[in-house]
């Protein structure tokens, strides 16, 4: 069995990517050694192939090939003020998901770069119709709740020695977490956000509409996670490692719960060991 694995991103030309971190976590996690020579990730995107062992037969050792992509589109707006762009899914991306014979577990996420909710649920709508167009009911579709920013991350000096640590400690609990209202960034926004999608999704899946596409929810964990911020200049992004690892934990978890899934959803056959490839 193979899967081909998309990372999808929202991620405008002159800004970061929440998803393309999630896309380099999964990397790392993986190990760059069981990359194919010459199809190893690169920080701007394209496709990459890793090989995983898979069960012996016969004596036999069989192998899984895993591609990988991650794409970005110029949906939303960078900044409040500047133009809107239009989402869309490139040519390449749509050829790579359509190449495969076998199910493709596909990563999507709108919402960072969004500072208008008429825009936001437009181009939801938008992702589902293309992805409904794609003809593809066996894959599994993923949307990853959009992460929150903290306002004054720590430390504040361009001088602080990380080899040091930060000594910050993260929130103890969800109701500790401010975000000032409203944001220069409308990063209050993002909880409505992830809130209308999570309903949209269930409202779609309930009745049947495909592709079903499953809701990872990593908000209230990264919530917790002021501590992790790439401060001083930026208090939406991550150091890696830190949280973003553990989106990709639990969309390993999630596909590992699957098969015992009583949503009537169909599972899937995870082959990632607990070190994901040995």
């Not at 199809?39 to 090989?51: D, M, Q």
């Not at 899946?205 to 209230?220: K, T």
Request: with cysteine; aromatic share 14%.
């Amino acid at each position: 069995m193979r899967i081909y694995l998309t990372f999808i991103a929202t991620c405008q030309s002159h800004g970061q990517s929440l998803t393309k971190s999630m896309h380099d976590s999964f990397v790392n996690l993986i190990g760059i050694k069981h990359f194919r020579p010459g199809e190893t990730p690169s920080s701007l995107g394209g496709n990459s192939t890793f090989i995983c062992n898979a069960e012996s037969t016969n004596d036999e050792k069989s192998y899984h090939a895993v591609h990988v992509r991650f794409a970005k589109d110029e949906g939303g707006n960078g900044y409040p003020k500047s133009p809107r762009g239009v989402y869309f899914l490139d040519n390449d991306t749509q050829t790579f998901i359509q190449y495969s014979r076998e199910r493709v577990l596909a990563i999507f996420n709108i919402g960072a770069h969004y500072h208008n909710f008429t825009h936001y649920s437009e181009d939801m709508h938008t992702m589902l119709k293309l992805l409904s167009n794609l003809n593809r009911p066996r894959d599994l579709v993923m949307f990853r709740a959009t992460s929150p920013g903290h306002d004054n991350c720590q430390p504040r000096s361009r001088s602080f020695n990380w080899t040091h640590g930060t000594r910050i400690t993260p929130l103890s609990s969800f109701s500790e977490y401010k975000v000032s209202t409203p944001h220069k960034y409308d990063w209050d926004k993002f909880e409505y956000y992830n809130h209308y999608t999570e309903k949209l999704l269930h409202s779609r899946n309930i009745a049947g509409q495909s592709p079903i596409m499953h809701f990872l929810d990593v908000y209230n964990m990264t919530v917790l996670r002021q501590d992790s911020h790439t401060a001083p200049a930026d208090c939406l992004h991550f150091y890696s490692p830190g949280p973003v690892d553990w989106w990709n934990h639990l969309m390993l978890t999630y596909l590992q719960n699957l098969p015992y899934d009583n949503s009537g959803v169909e599972g899937v056959d995870v082959f990632f060991s607990d070190h994901l490839c040995t």
